[in-house]
């Protein structure tokens, strides 16, 4: 297995909606990543688990909380987000210590807040 | 810190024709060197690798060689398809071990 999963695909929620955002890999991987987009726009790191633990949090506004229950899924809480916050939101995941390999990222989630 | 710059887009080139995004990139010690590629409405796919001086990654007809002289990474494509429209994401993996993307380059070729 090489994929990245993430669920679901779209969502929409209003600003007081709380709802969550899900990934899982199998490929053996220690380290995972959760990215935002925006149209036109590079992916912008916001959160990064390795070995479970969280090691890089890019400033991220509290209205979006990351967990890591286990070695393959990787989840983000949002709660009382603003449309700006719409987006695709990637998750992806490497071996944490090699530099030779990249990321593999899965299909996204497409959120609009509303 | 890192670094990467892209060519600016868009670039709209006819079936067959011959494509060159530009990449340069900044970064201490020796990063390693990536394309992505993402199709409307999906996410990210990896389309090669370099990860040392004079390397070439090769992936479905695209070329890109690691040039630390000139520190580029610039992908090439002999004869491009309108399945090649997409938007093309240089990035490097320095000492930090995180990716940095350069601003991306939107792709369309036209039948």
């Known amino acids: 297995d090489t994929e990245v999963t993430q669920t679901p695909k779209h969502l929409v929620m209003g600003m007081t909606n709380k709802k969550s955002l899900k990934c899982e890999q199998h490929m053996g991987h220690r380290a995972m990543y959760w990215y935002k987009q925006k149209a036109k726009k590079p992916p912008e790191l916001m959160f990064v688990?390795?070995?479970?633990?969280?090691?890089i949090n890019e400033s991220v506004p509290s209205r979006f909380s990351p967990e890591c229950p286990n070695s393959s899924l990787l989840n983000l809480h949002l709660h009382a987000l603003q449309p700006e916050d719409s987006a695709l939101y990637l998750c992806?995941?490497?071996?944490?210590?090699?530099?030779?390999?990249?990321?593999?990222f899965g299909s996204g989630t497409r959120l609009t807040v509303v | 810190g890192d670094s990467v710059t892209q060519m600016e887009g868009p670039v709209t080139l006819s079936e067959e024709a011959f494509l060159t995004i530009n990449c340069t990139y900044t970064?201490?010690?020796?990063?390693?060197l990536f394309w992505y590629v993402q199709y409307p409405g999906e996410g990210l796919q990896l389309l090669l690798k370099a990860t040392k001086a004079d390397d070439k990654g090769s992936n479905k007809g695209f070329e890109a060689t690691y040039r630390k002289e000139t520190t580029s990474f610039h992908l090439e494509k002999g004869s491009v398809q309108v399945s090649d429209s997409a938007v093309y994401f240089c990035a490097l993996k320095g000492s930090a071990r995180q990716l940095t993307f350069g601003s991306g380059t939107q792709l369309t070729v036209l039948p």
């Open positions: 688990y390795s070995y479970e633990k969280l090691s």
């Open positions: 992806a995941s490497s071996q944490p210590s090699s530099g030779n390999y990249g990321y593999t």
């Open positions: 970064a201490t010690g020796y990063p390693s």
